[in-house]
């Protein structure tokens, strides 16, 4: 499978959009689309990840420490860590996850 992330990013106006990329075996690809402003509030994954941000401005919050996102960043988490998001500008990123 080959896909262009950049062809696939597109904003909405003032939310997120997400798009499953892939889905193989115990992983998952998934492209997040967040629209200036937008926020996902503290939550946690029961499977470990990597946030690739592929462009725009932001700080996550991994564990009560304020990383900045920026294009080429990539945010590693354990299983059942605590995160957050706030968006600057448009910004988009990748999320894989793996169990």
Not at 5 to 27: A, F, H, M, R, T
Not at 65 to 78: A, E, R, T, W
């Amino acid at each position: 499978m080959i896909k262009n992330v950049i062809e696939l990013i597109e904003y909405s106006q003032d939310g997120i959009l997400s798009k499953e990329i892939d889905k193989s075996g115990k992983s998952s690809v998934t492209l997040f689309c967040m629209g200036k402003g937008t926020e996902l509030s503290e939550h946690t994954s029961t499977k470990e990840g990597v946030v690739y941000v592929v462009e725009g401005k932001g700080v996550f919050n991994l564990e009560g420490k304020d990383l900045i996102m920026s294009q080429g960043v990539l945010i590693s988490m354990k299983c059942n860590a605590r995160h957050s998001l706030k968006v600057e500008e448009n910004t988009s990123f990748l999320l894989i996850l793996t169990s």
